[in-house]
């Protein structure tokens, strides 16, 4: 079987049974990207890992970024290294001011 281009994965920690908050991820990531993506991967994990990775290259990592990644945020992301052109519509509309501190902290 060959990997389709280009391929997203989300690794998350079972342990902390972050399972939906993967699946929620994906199925937005999809809904956007319908075409853009090859493939999104759901890998289980250990030890309170959160991390979306775009082939070799981490996008979010929680333990880097002290929390979850807004959605808004993380779409930003994944556009501009696949489909750099394309408008986000709304989501294009905050790109100041966005309040993804407060989420962080109360997720982590």
């Known amino acids: 079987m060959t ?15 972050w399972l939906m908050r993967a699946a929620w991820t994906a199925q937005e990531l999809l809904t ?3 075409t853009d993506l090859g493939e999104v991967a759901l890998v289980p994990g ?7 990775r775009l082939g070799a290259e981490t996008l979010w990592s929680r333990k880097a970024e002290g929390g ?30 966005e309040s993804s501190g407060s989420r962080a902290e109360s997720d982590g």
């Open 68 to 97: 979850f990644p807004e959605l808004v945020h993380l779409k930003r992301l994944v556009r501009d290294r696949i489909a750099p052109g394309r408008s986000l519509g709304h989501s294009d509309g905050h790109k100041s001011g």
């Open 46 to 52: 250990v030890g309170g890992v959160f991390e979306v």
């Open 3 to 17: 990997t389709r281009e280009p391929r997203l994965e989300i690794e998350y920690c079972t342990q902390c049974r």
């Open 32 to 34: 956007t990207f319908t």
